[in-house]
């Protein structure tokens, strides 16, 4: 079962969707990515792609986050993310749809976005994705990104840079900032 780390709903449960393709990050990863992240959280407003359960926008908004975003198409998933924002109080925009078509229409900044797609999903269509989400991002927002580490490292554009990358078990975690606009 999922759980909230820290913060106002910190040891609250997430009820975890029931479908194939769906694989919960666990807690000891969550909890890594956001020791790394430190307080860049507070007062940011995050976008959770693939969302399923919703645990890291959930996490961030427990953290203090402003706001989030959860997107996600799966129906089961929608459902459990649905719940679990419902549950915990604390906020949070549920968007049905598919994440590159959201990205594309999307008319807001964010400064902390989590992207953990199934697994067979290829990495040129995450690279796709990063291509889409840029426009979105304010200077020096971040990027989480969770991939199986045996897939290939997905190629960021050229205004973001790798600031970490971690393995934890099969899961390869990357964080990217992306860089000030030179005017």
Known sequence: MVRIISGK???????????????????????????TIGGWVENADVADLYAGSGSFGLEALSRGASSAVFVENAAKAVAALKENVEALGLGGEVVRAEVRKYLESADREFHLVFIDPPWPMPTEDLEADFVALDRLLVDRAEVIASRRHSDRRPVPPENWRVAT???????????????VAET
């Not at 393995?167 to 860089?179: A, C, F, H, P, Q």
């Open 165 to 179: 990358e971690k393995r934890y078990g099969d899961t390869r975690i990357l964080r990217y900032e992306k860089e």
């Open 9 to 35: 709903a910190k040891g609250r449960r997430l009820a975890a969707p029931d479908t194939k393709g769906t694989r919960p990050v666990t807690d000891r990863v969550r909890e890594a990515v956001f020791s």
